[in-house]
T-cell receptor, first 115, second 114 residues
Framework: AQKVTQAQTEISVVEKEDVTLDCVYETRDTTYYLFWYKQPPSGELVFLIR??????QNEISGRYSWNFQKSTSSFNFTITASQVVDSAVYFC????????????FGTGTSLTVIP | DAMVIQNPRYQVTQFGKPVTLSCSQTLNHNVMYWYQQKSSQAPKLLFHYYDKDFNNEADTPDNFQSRRPNTSFCFLDIRSPGLGDAAMYLC?????????????FGPGTRLTVL
């Protein structure tokens, strides 16, 4: 079974604070891909990152960083020095290889950055 | 800019009155997806097309149909909308279905059923 859990339903932080969004996944497949998407109030899902199961290197892109740990089946996302424009719902998704690119989304974390 | 376009952005229909949502793409992608996203929930895949091949998810109600007349366009038909079908409907595209590639999403159509 494939499952993604985002335990944090809503988070509020004050601007410039750092915030980490948690993502825990379950799969029996050895080859899979993990994604993070951002959904601003306008509605469209915006791709942030893709990581395959064989690449556990952490990644940093500007104020965004991702920590992938297979040992704990987690793929957490940190925003450093948060800004009001970061306010959105963030989804973590899993797609095992060979499933026709079907995405298994978590239920999302709604982040509000207070000015 | 290449993109995924959904029209209309907001659609209101009456209980039981058929409605069609449209999606077009300028990315020339082979695969087009339709997702249903209810309030505060994750997007749920309804079906996808790989070129002209239609793939329906097992739990997608028969009330939902789709058409893809050409590479660029894909339609979602809801034959008899119920109150429970009120949701955001997201269209997405990708280059291929089997390589876990990024999906590109449109802005969605928010459907209200009265």
């Amino acid at each position: 079974a494939q499952k993604v859990t985002q335990a944090q339903t809503e988070i509020s932080v004050v601007e410039k604070e750092d915030v980490t969004l948690d993502c825990v996944y379950e799969t029996r497949d050895t080859t899979y891909y993990l994604f993070w998407y951002k959904q601003p109030p306008s509605g469209e899902l915006v791709f942030l990152i893709r990581r395959n199961s064989f690449d556990e290197q952490n990644e940093i892109s500007g104020r965004y960083s991702w920590n992938f740990q297979k040992s704990t089946s987690s793929f957490n996302f940190t925003i450093t020095a948060s800004q009001v424009v970061d306010s959105a719902v963030y989804f973590c998704a899993l797609t095992p290889r060979g499933t026709g690119n079907q995405f298994y989304f978590g239920t999302g974390t709604s982040l509000t950055v207070i000015p | 800019d290449a993109m995924v376009i959904q029209n209309p952005r907001y659609q209101v229909t009456q209980f039981g009155k058929p409605v069609t949502l449209s999606c077009s793409q300028t990315l020339n992608h082979n695969v087009m997806y339709w997702y249903q996203q209810k309030s505060s929930q994750a997007p749920k895949l309804l079906f996808h097309y790989y070129d002209k091949d239609f793939n329906n998810e097992a739990d997608t109600p028969d009330n939902f149909q789709s058409r893809r007349p050409n590479t660029s366009f894909c339609f979602l038909d809801i034959r008899s909308p119920g109150l429970g079908d009120a949701a955001m409907y997201l269209c997405a595209t990708s280059t291929t279905p089997g390589l876990a590639v990024e999906q590109f999403f449109g802005p969605g159509t928010r459907l209200t059923v009265l």
